[in-house]
């Protein structure tokens, strides 16, 4: 074997970091306030950077220890995603819409020493300061009640103490970078430990232009939380390549976005199909010209939200695939090349395939991999350099198989790579011993125009073991009419998958990172608080 002479550089976020503020200095990041957008340049925000670095070392902060975060989307975090990791540390995003509970096990869980608050939410930690068994320091900025945190140190009067300059360590690209966990729908969540090394290539794989292809030109509005999956790896890879960072904080509703969006002129952005489906129906006279395109992710997404955005806006709407597991981007539904324009709606509606680095297999319930033939349906499996191999001291040995992820998405896989979920394992429907996919039925009531979101879950069945029942959340305006709902399907799905059960609902209940949370309508089914009409 001939021996390699190339260098054995590092792939660490603290070369991304300083990448950034040499070579895109004048870039800028842009935080949305209710006095309108606040702008400091990458040079300026790498500065105070160095001081954060800085003032963490002199709190005793050493590599290797937990920072917790828990903020919204603005230039203070983004501070903290580039001092943290940079000098050795470990940034914890937390998620500020856990339940309590879930919210003290992932930070004593983690052993976070320091967390940083945002003051306008510190009431959401102060509901569980006194439960936190490892923090010694609570840093907050901005304005608001921070009273019940207890003793807290000012994040600016930190920063004034300290210079620009810190000296970084070098760091083993091995080394965990970063930590987010699952949103923990069923037990606790699990911790999932990003290394530099794999936070480094995920960066380099969404910049490419088979993925969302970022460069300095571009605008990146990140909508999606920095507390969810690294805001899906927008912000390292955004300040990778000098683009803007446009920052939104609380304002995600369809006005506030619709108003930035005008305002700020993005050229790209990331959101769940939940914030999407707002501004398409609430704020169709949005200007969002600026949008060369939006990556679409969290749960399935609706043709209807995709072609509503192509006639609505112009703008398109890719779908990705991933989750916290996958850091997150795996695979993204392109276009594949050669395709008529006829065809193209029919690719784009499906979950994608694998961005280059990424491999993913479809197993059957025996463990052995199943043919790439679009037909057979099994457990999608991954693998690659930025998918996790374990949790945070969590064994969780049934979710690994022979080195690959077990993602508990239930899909087939066409010859070229496309997977298409048909649904969550946990939310499959068994009726009469076939598979119903609750996805499809969702996404194929949602194209109705009198449906803004439809949940379909399985409920028990005398007959069948388990029939689908369908929770509508109606468009403005419109009736509910179980009987041409149910009509409008029987020429689009198998007539053996139409709803018997139908039950109109205000809104369909989420999860902390907005995804329908589907054991809740079970529950209420099973307690009778749906108002439940049968049609056949």
């Given at each position: 074997m001939?021996?390699?002479?190339?260098?054995?550089?590092?792939?660490?976020?603290?070369?991304?970091?300083?990448?950034?503020?040499?070579?895109?200095?004048?870039?800028?990041?842009?935080t949305w306030t209710d006095a309108g957008a606040v702008t400091a340049t990458f040079a300026e925000v790498g500065d105070r950077a160095d001081q954060l670095a800085a003032a963490l070392a002199k709190l005793g902060v050493t590599p290797g220890d937990r920072v917790g975060t828990f903020a919204w989307n603005n230039q203070h975090h983004l501070e903290a995603y580039l001092a943290v990791p940079s000098m050795g540390a470990v940034l914890h995003t937390l998620n500020i819409r856990l339940f309590p509970e879930q919210l003290a096990y992932v930070i004593n869980h983690a052993e976070d020493r320091v967390i940083i608050v945002d003051a306008s939410i510190a009431p959401l930690l102060g509901k569980v300061r006194q439960d936190l068994t490892t923090v010694e320091h609570i840093i907050t900025f901005g304005t608001g009640d921070t009273s019940a945190l207890g003793e807290t140190l000012d994040y600016e009067e930190l920063l004034a103490a300290g210079e620009p300059g810190f000296d970084y360590p070098e760091i083993d690209e091995r080394a965990a970078a970063a930590m987010c966990y699952t949103s923990g729908t069923?037990?606790?969540?699990?911790?999932?430990?990003?290394?530099?090394?794999?936070?480094?290539?995920?960066?380099?794989?969404?910049?490419?232009a088979q993925a969302m292809g970022f460069s300095q030109d571009d605008r990146l509005l990140l909508i999606v939380p920095m507390f969810h999956a690294n805001a899906w790896g927008m912000p390292y890879a955004g300040w990778s390549v000098g683009a803007d960072l446009i920052m939104p904080q609380q304002y995600l509703q369809a006005g506030p976005l619709a108003d930035i969006i005008e305002h700020t002129r993005p050229t790209y952005s990331g959101a769940v199909p939940t914030v999407l489906n707002d501004i398409l129906h609430n704020r169709p006279d949005a200007d969002l010209s600026s949008l060369r395109g939006v990556v679409c992710g969290g749960s399935a997404v609706p043709r209807s939200l995709i072609e509503g955005f192509d006639e609505t806006f112009g703008v398109t709407v890719v779908q990705a695939w991933g989750m916290t597991e996958t850091s997150p981007l795996a695979a993204i539904a392109r276009v594949p090349k050669n395709t008529d324009e006829a065809d193209a709606m029919g690719w784009r509606v499906r979950t994608g395939r694998p961005l280059p680095g990424v491999e993913i297999r479809i197993c059957g319930d025996d463990g052995e991999e199943l043919p790439r033939d679009g037909e057979a349906q099994g457990e999608i499996e991954i693998r690659g350099p930025w998918i996790t191999a374990s949790y945070y001291n969590d064994t969780a040995d049934e979710k690994f198989h022979d080195g690959w992820l077990r993602t508990g998405d239930v899909g087939s896989m066409e010859p070229n790579g496309f997977i298409q979920i048909s649904d969550r394992a946990k939310d499959v429907i068994k009726s009469g011993g076939e598979w119903i996919s609750s996805v499809d039925l969702e996404n194929t009531l949602m194209s109705h125009d009198a449906v803004l979101e439809a949940a379909v879950v399985g409920v028990p069945d005398d007959r069948y073991d388990e029939r689908p029942l369908a929770c509508i959340v109606l468009a403005e305006g419109a009736e509910f009419d179980p009987g041409q709902l149910r009509s409008y399907l029987a020429d689009k799905v198998a007539k053996w998958w139409l709803p018997e059960r139908w039950a109109p609902i205000e809104e369909v209940p989420k999860t902390s990172v907005g995804k329908f949370d589907k054991k809740v309508l079970r529950q209420r089914y099973a307690d009778g608080d749906l108002d439940v009409t049968e049609t056949r």
């Open positions: 001939i021996e390699s002479t190339m260098q054995d550089f590092p792939l660490g976020i603290q070369h991304l970091f300083t990448h950034g503020r040499r070579i895109h200095a004048d870039s800028e990041v842009i069923t037990g606790n969540p699990k911790g999932v430990a990003y290394s530099h090394r794999s936070t480094y290539l995920h960066s380099f794989g969404i910049t490419s």
